[in-house]
Each structure stands twice: as structure tokens, then as C-alpha cells.
């Protein structure tokens, strides 16, 4: 079993940046892949940003350029480093992890963007 922790969540203003954490209670090179995802009210969860095992990364268009996504793997940590937001990119982010066919989820940290 794995434990997602998420922090780093708030409200900024448009145009402005944030850097989320997901923190992991194990090794993050044990799992395959790693994520972000998002909620909106009223809408799918959907993927943000991704990395693999062997480092590549993945974006969903509407983010590619302003987000980013890393990994620490001394502190299994993931993070989001979020610029330029927009009040679209308004929602709960969840930190993912998939490790042998299985789905681990985090609570959830809260982006809103608004002036």
C-alpha cells in the first residue's frame, strides 16, 4: 500500500505561480508512474502531468509550457511547479501513483485562481 500526501495548495491570482508536493511513504522509483490530476466542479478528473519511471514526462495540452512536473527521488517527492495560471486551472489536484497494476490516490489540495 502506498501513501500520497499533496501540499503546496491555495489561492493566487491569475498570472501567478505555485509549487504543489506530493509526498510518497515509499520509494518512488518502485513505482511506475507517477501524476497529477485534476477536478473541477461539475467535470472529470482529469490527467496534468506525468512521470514514468525512467524520467519522461507527459502534459496535458492546456498546460504544456507552464507546467512542470519533477520528482526528488532522495525525498520521494513529486511536485508541480504551476506559472502562469489561469482561473480555468481552478480545481482539486491529485497526486497518483501506479505500482504493479494498482492505483494509489491523495487526498487532494485545492488551486484556485482568482483575482
Known amino acids: 500500500h502506498v501513501q500520497l500526501v499533496e501540499s503546496g495548495g491555495g489561492l493566487v491570482q491569475p498570472g501567478g505561480s505555485l509549487r504543489l508536493s506530493c509526498a510518497a511513504s515509499?520509494?518512488?522509483?518502485?513505482?511506475?508512474?507517477m501524476g497529477w490530476y485534476r477536478q473541477a466542479p461539475g467535470q472529470q478528473r482529469e490527467l496534468v502531468a506525468a512521470?514514468?519511471?525512467?524520467?519522461?514526462?507527459n502534459y496535458a495540452d492546456s498546460v504544456k509550457g507552464r507546467f512542470t512536473i519533477s520528482r526528488d527521488i532522495t525525498k520521494n517527492a513529486v511536485y508541480l511547479r504551476m506559472t502562469s495560471l489561469k482561473p480555468e486551472d481552478t480545481a482539486v489536484y491529485y497526486c497518483?501513483?501506479?505500482?504493479?497494476?494498482?492505483?494509489?490516490w491523495g487526498q487532494g489540495t485545492q488551486v484556485t485562481v482568482s483575482s
Open positions: 497518483n501513483c501506479a505500482k504493479r497494476g494498482y492505483s494509489y
Open positions: 515509499g520509494s518512488i522509483l518502485s513505482m511506475d508512474v
Open positions: 512521470i514514468s519511471y525512467g524520467g519522461s514526462t
